[in-house]
């Protein structure tokens, strides 16, 4: 049963992500509804539900279902950050939003297994790079992955 409700929130998740809201918008929505995580651990959440706590699958859980009623849900789908750019898509095409896009549609495609490799060697690159675009998601494999899902 936990497995489904996993692979159902990976589908919500992923529907939102693409139509709905940006990586910085889901940040600010945590850090709005007190539940601060770091980009790599909100990443990972995101990415592979999975390999997170049961409170952190709770809280976005919640997120996703909710999301239409849910007043920082819509304050942060707007796209509009805190400089008052004018283009208010700007958000849709930062590199982390754009990398969780790819990494998710990839998951989808070939396997959770073959995603976190390739991302695993994107991150490896781009720590390697002159001009890293990632540098918030360095750590994300520092640390063992507890899989309590099973």
Known sequence: M???ITDRLFGDAFVMMH???TFEGVKSWFNMAN???SESTLFRTILVPEY?????RAELLRMVVYRYEDV???ANRTCINQTNETD???????PIHQLLLHMMNKRTLVGIDNALLDL???IQEDKQSGLPRYVSLHDLFDSKWDNSIG
């Open 2 to 4: 936990k497995a489904q």
């Open 19 to 21: 139509f709905e809201i």
């Open 35 to 37: 539940y601060p995580m």
């Open 52 to 56: 997170s706590s049961e409170e952190q």
């Open 72 to 74: 920082f849900f819509q």
């Open 88 to 94: 208010p898509n700007s958000e849709s095409y930062e």
């Open 120 to 122: 695993y060697i994107i």
